[in-house]
Structure formats: structure tokens, C-alpha cells
């Protein structure tokens, strides 16, 4: 049975983990309210903007395949964007990003990693410093954008982007992210970002809006798909921050709750531990004064 002083350090010690653990719900959940409200603002931004385009692009004189956008080639070369965290301590958030974007090199683009066609571009250190010490081909590292965090920082990769795609350092691009749901709940997403899928094409009913354009159709749409890429791009980088917020106030919940339990464990220890100390100093006591008699 271990010594009171190791139970009273134990306990010492799971109680300032408790502090700890606390202390890191309550910024998280400060950060989780700032950026779900962000996310929830753009949501319906990005809709009525994809509603547009397929308002716009439905005519019969628009074809997005002329869009060096929208441009499908063969998928010999391909860029995997993997929106992750800097920090730890967030529970499954960053193995469910690394797990899924290992599912797409050894399955659907197991032939391109290894011609070693497959590059990856980081959002996030945790998923950086994987890839690198896999030997995978890591290209671009934006680990410090989550510190500034705003649409002009996520525009200039998203550009970045863009241009090796008309380029043709790519011919597909993948992103792989996690969906903001709840605080509970993230959803892994795995989404094609480039070339661009024609919106009108993913709709069942095509809008009935009749927009006056000007100064045409065809000038809008050129206009309106750069915008759309940037939205879209910026839309997951802000539900990726908002999932692992959550995620991290829902661990450190999880870890307050089982130290409280660890520690009503060694409490009982403790007080069995000392109820044992003292009965024995009872035994000896009146042994002593058994021996003492009996002389």
C-alpha cells in the first residue's frame, strides 16, 4: 500500500492538473464563442454567393469549362491541402485530419504518391510536422496563419493555390478539413477544390431569379469564380478554427471531470491509507502495554 506522503502528492498533483485542465475549457470556450459566430456569418454569405453562380451560369451561353478554373485534366499531379491545428490537446481533431488525408495517399491517389505526384500544402503545425517526418512532399507550411487569423491572410494561400492550378503544377486539388457541427461534434470533409465543379450541375432546381447583367454574363461569371474559390477556402479554414476550439473545450471538459473521479479515488486511498496507519499504531500501543503488564 503506498505511504500517506505519495497519496498527498498524488493527490497535489492531479488537483493542479485540475486547475490546469479548467483554465484551458474556459479560454477555449471564449475562443469556440468568437469563432462559431464568425463561421455562422459566413455560412449564409457562401450560400447566396453559390445560389448566384448558379443563377448567373445557367444560361445557355455559358460554358465553365472554359474557365481555366473549372479546367478538368488528367489527375497526374495532385495537391492535398490539410487544414489542422498548431496545438495539441484537442482530442481526436487532428488524428481524424491525418487519418483521413493518409485514406486519399493509400487509396485514391496511391498510384500518384508513389511517382511521387502528390504534394501537400499544411494549415497548422500539428499536421506539418507529421507529413514531414512521413517523408511526404510538403510544399507550402502556413502553420501561423491561425495566430492572425482573417480573409486576408486565407485569400493569399487560396491564391496561392489558384495560380499553381492555372499553372499547371496541379491538376486537382483536394482539401481535407473538420466541419464544424457543435461543440460535440466535427465532421471530417474531405472536398474538391480545384478544378472547380459547375454549381448548376449540382443543383436539382435552377434558380428562377432574372438578373440584369452588366456588363454580361460571361464578364461576371470570370468575375464571380475567383471570389467563389476564396469564399469557399476561407469558409473551411473558419469551420476547421471553430471545430478545434470545440474540440478542445469538449477534451479538457473530459479531463476535468475524470480528474474530479481520480481524485475521489485517492481520497478514498488516502483515508484508508491513514485509517490503516493508525490501527496499527493502536496494535503496537497495546502490545506495548500488554508486554508492559504481563513483566
Request: proline residues 2%; positive net charge; charged residues 25%.
Amino acid at each position: 500500500m503506498s505511504s500517506l506522503k505519495e497519496v498527498r502528492g498524488r493527490i497535489k498533483s492531479v488537483m493542479s492538473t485540475q486547475q490546469i485542465t479548467k483554465a484551458m475549457k474556459m479560454v477555449a470556450a471564449a475562443k469556440l464563442r468568437k469563432s462559431q459566430e464568425a463561421v455562422i456569418q459566413l455560412r449564409p454569405y457562401a450560400h447566396k454567393l453559390n445560389s448566384i453562380m448558379t443563377n448567373v451560369s445557367s444560361g445557355a451561353d455559358i460554358d465553365l469549362s472554359t474557365n481555366p478554373y473549372s479546367e478538368v485534366r488528367s489527375e497526374d499531379k495532385v495537391l492535398i491541402i490539410i487544414i489542422s491545428s498548431d496545438r495539441g490537446l484537442c482530442g481526436g481533431f487532428n488524428t481524424n485530419v491525418i487519418k483521413a488525408t493518409n485514406i486519399l495517399l493509400n487509396q485514391k491517389y496511391k498510384m500518384q504518391a508513389q511517382q511521387g505526384n502528390v504534394s501537400i500544402l499544411t494549415l497548422g503545425k500539428r499536421s506539418n510536422d507529421y507529413f514531414l517526418k512521413s517523408g511526404c512532399k510538403v510544399i507550402s507550411d502556413y502553420s501561423l496563419i491561425f495566430s492572425k487569423l482573417n480573409f486576408e491572410e486565407a485569400t493569399k494561400v487560396a491564391e496561392r493555390v489558384m495560380a499553381g492550378f492555372v499553372n499547371k503544377e496541379f491538376d486537382k486539388v483536394e482539401l481535407v478539413y473538420n466541419e464544424f457541427k457543435n461543440v460535440a461534434t466535427q465532421e471530417i470533409r474531405v472536398e474538391q477544390f480545384l478544378p472547380m465543379a459547375s454549381s448548376a450541375s449540382d443543383t436539382v432546381n435552377t434558380a428562377e431569379t432574372d438578373y440584369l447583367l452588366e456588363p454580361s454574363r460571361t464578364y461576371i461569371i470570370e468575375e464571380l469564380v475567383p471570389i467563389s474559390l476564396r469564399i469557399q477556402f476561407y469558409k473551411a479554414v473558419l469551420e476547421s478554427n471553430a471545430s478545434e476550439h470545440g474540440a478542445r473545450m469538449t477534451a479538457m471538459d473530459k479531463a476535468t471531470e475524470n480528474a474530479g473521479e481520480l481524485l475521489k479515488e485517492l481520497k478514498l486511498m488516502y483515508n484508508r491509507t491513514r485509517q490503516a496507519a493508525i490501527t496499527n499504531e493502536i496494535l503496537e500501543i497495546v502490545a506495548g502495554a500488554n508486554a508492559l503488564a504481563g513483566k
